[in-house]
């Protein structure tokens, strides 16, 4: 027998019961997605990339957002990879009855799913991680840079809110390639685009770990990509 997909089978890998930076000025309750097909080596939730059995229950989490209607004011979807998993749109619609607003971070993996997600979506933050035609080097899986390229077009042409974030690393970005990057996105219509320091914290990368340096990125790049974009900004404690 058939069964029908509900938002239960939704696969949660975690919570986070109260951000005030996952979702810009919203108090918000995150859930983590369980899920990834990408490797990239600075991921800091490596945890989530496997598409194990849900370890809270979405029953639970409905009961949690219940007693929250008043004291917070949006959901994230988070991950892993939110729109990996089927169930997202119906986990999404459930909530939004609720009113609460919807936002969802991505890494812009799977235009199709995205694109049926979006107009559900209050707001978005989405990641690009290297100029498009070197994705496979950060996220370990061939031609990973058409489907990034798809979705933040995607995105631009929506009209819902977002931020644009990209995390770097010196030994995984060059100075000339986050210029690239930068000047293509900006050319694409991005408005608002944040550059994100390498984290440490859950990352497994040991190398990563020890090969960060205090002048990276240069302050000469950082007063170039200025310009190029209405609200821009460094991220070090991301």
């Known amino acids: 027998m058939s069964s029908t997909l509900s938002a239960g089978d939704l696969k949660v890998g975690g919570i986070t019961a109260f951000s005030t930076s996952d979702y810009p000025g919203k108090f918000a309750l995150v859930i983590f997605v369980q899920g990834c097909p990408w490797r990239c080596r600075y991921c800091h939730n490596p945890h989530l990339q496997a598409r194990s059995a849900s370890k809270i229950s979405w029953s639970e989490i409905l009961l949690l957002l219940k007693h929250r209607v008043g004291l917070i004011d949006a959901v994230v979807f988070s991950g892993g990879e939110?729109?990996?998993?089927?169930?997202?749109?119906?986990?999404?619609?459930?909530?939004?009855?609720?009113g609460f607003a919807i936002g969802l971070h991505s890494a812009c993996i799977y235009p199709r799913q995205l694109q049926a997600i979006l107009p559900s979506v209050d707001w978005i933050g989405?990641?690009?991680?290297?100029?498009?035609?070197?994705?496979?080097?950060?996220?370990?899986?061939?031609?990973?840079?058409?489907?990034?390229?798809?979705?933040?077009?995607?995105?631009?042409?929506?009209?819902?809110?977002?931020?644009?974030?990209?995390?770097?690393?010196?030994?995984?970005?060059?100075?000339?390639?986050?210029?690239?990057?930068?000047?293509?996105?900006?050319?694409?219509?991005?408005?608002?685009?944040?550059?994100?320091?390498?984290?440490?914290?859950?990352?497994?990368?040991?190398e990563l770990k020890a090969n960060m340096r205090a002048d990276y990125p240069s302050r000469s790049l950082l007063q170039s990509m200025q310009s190029m974009f209405a609200r821009f900004s460094l991220r070090q404690n991301n």
């Open 126 to 206: 989405f990641d690009i991680k290297a100029p498009f035609e070197r994705y496979a080097a950060i996220t370990g899986v061939a031609d990973s840079g058409r489907h990034a390229r798809a979705c933040s077009e995607m995105i631009l042409a929506s009209g819902v809110d977002y931020e644009c974030r990209s995390t770097i690393h010196p030994s995984l970005l060059s100075e000339h390639e986050i210029m690239d990057m930068a000047q293509n996105l900006s050319q694409m219509g991005v408005q608002n685009y944040v550059l994100q320091l390498f984290r440490a914290q859950g990352c497994s990368d040991a």
């Open 82 to 98: 939110a729109s990996i998993d089927a169930a997202l749109g119906l986990a999404i619609a459930e909530v939004r009855q609720l």
